[in-house]
């Protein structure tokens, strides 16, 4: 079962534009990531935030995570249209950090 | 590149034959993790092994099952393959650490198509 959703499932934007991403969750969690795949391919990892840790910046990408409310956001600024791809949310949880992910934002950045 | 690599990385199979995946995991990593993703949806945990021992299984029937070798790389089994098994398999290293800082590394995966 997913454990988050991801909201919008669709982003569409200009070059340039920031893009922002949300993702909810429903269990406690230790860590929370943010994956990209292309294309279908393989999931590649952005950047991870720590349950105890409320905002974490990483080049253009800005997470920040909200335990008492169960969400997150992902802020991708100044965004090129090599950022177009799925994003995913992930939380990480038991001993082993086993991922739960989201439905997943397709964004697409256009020139 | 992850350093994570897997293999084959397409696969045709008809119904109830069996199919072996593998995945050589980052140097260094001791825990492999297996998820399958269905077209559309985000990828689903199927078991962890960590230093050749299963480490917990999400909600798959036991037809699905693994392997993890001295090396820390690791194998996928499903026997009796099903219609509804067709999905891109991917695998995850990581390093077990404590504080919840675990970055799992993931390989390109494995389309498999089930006929």
């Known amino acids: 079962s997913q454990q988050g959703e991801e909201d919008p499932q669709a982003l569409s934007i200009q070059e340039g534009e920031n893009a922002t991403m949300n993702c909810s969750y429903k269990?406690?969690?230790?860590?929370l990531q943010w994956y990209r795949q292309n294309s279908g391919r393989g999931l590649v990892h952005l950047i991870l935030?720590?349950?105890?840790?409320r905002e974490k910046h990483s080049g253009r990408l800005r997470v920040t995570l909200d335990t008492s409310k169960k969400s997150s956001s992902l802020l991708i600024t100044a965004s090129r249209a090599a950022d177009t791809a799925s994003y995913f949310c992930a939380t990480g949880t038991g001993g082993g950090n086993k991922l739960t992910f989201g439905t997943g934002t397709q964004l697409k950045v256009e020139l | 590149e992850t350093g994570v690599t897997q293999s084959p990385t397409h696969l045709i199979k008809t119904r109830g034959q069996q199919v072996t995946l593998r995945c050589s995991s980052q140097s260094g990593h001791n825990t492999v993790s297996w998820y399958q993703q269905a077209l559309g949806q985000g990828p689903q945990f199927i078991f962890q092994y960590y230093r050749e021992e299963e480490n917990g299984r999400g909600n798959f029937p036991p037809r699905f099952s693994g392997l993890q070798f001295p090396n820390y790389s690791s194998e996928l089994n499903v026997n009796a393959l099903e219609l509804d098994d067709s999905a891109l398999y991917l695998c995850a290293s990581s390093l077990v650490a404590s504080g919840g800082r675990e970055t799992q590394y993931f390989g390109p995966g494995t389309r498999l198509l089930v006929l």
């Open positions: 935030i720590r349950s105890n840790e």
């Open positions: 269990t406690s969690i230790n860590n």
